[in-house]
Nanobody, 123 residues
């Protein structure tokens, strides 16, 4: 089992920034690719960003490219999502997820999920 706990969500004005963290425990974190997904009210969960086990490869949804940055610190068993220039439509619960080795943008291919952290962007 890989336990994941997100933090860093909150209320921010449009154009502002937040950094989400996802702390992992239970297995060898460095063996896992990690992803961030989000679910807005009344919508399906969608892919935001992913990073390979080594951090050497990153992937982003088109909607967040250039504004969001995913990173990881394997020594701290933590993955981060730096979010800049936030928009009101990005109000959602943000989830981190993990799967062995290879990063993917497909939600169903992730084995482990956190409980999520709420991000609210006011206009």
């Amino acid at each position: 089992q890989l336990q994941l706990v997100e933090s860093g969500g909150g209320l921010v004005q449009a154009g502002g920034s937040l950094r989400l963290s996802c702390a992992a425990s239970g297995r060898t974190f460095s063996s896992y690719a990690m992803g961030w997904f989000r679910q807005a009210p009344g919508k399906e969960r969608e892919f935001v960003a992913a990073i390979s086990w080594s951090g050497g490869n990153t992937y982003y949804a088109d909607s967040v490219k250039g504004r969001f940055t995913i990173s990881r610190d394997n020594a701290k068993n933590t993955v981060y999502l730096q979010m800049n220039s936030l928009k009101p439509e990005e109000t959602a619960v943000y989830y981190c997820a993990g799967r062995p080795f290879t990063a993917t943008i497909t939600e169903d291919e992730y084995d482990y999920w956190g409980q999520g952290t709420q991000v609210t962007v006011s206009s």
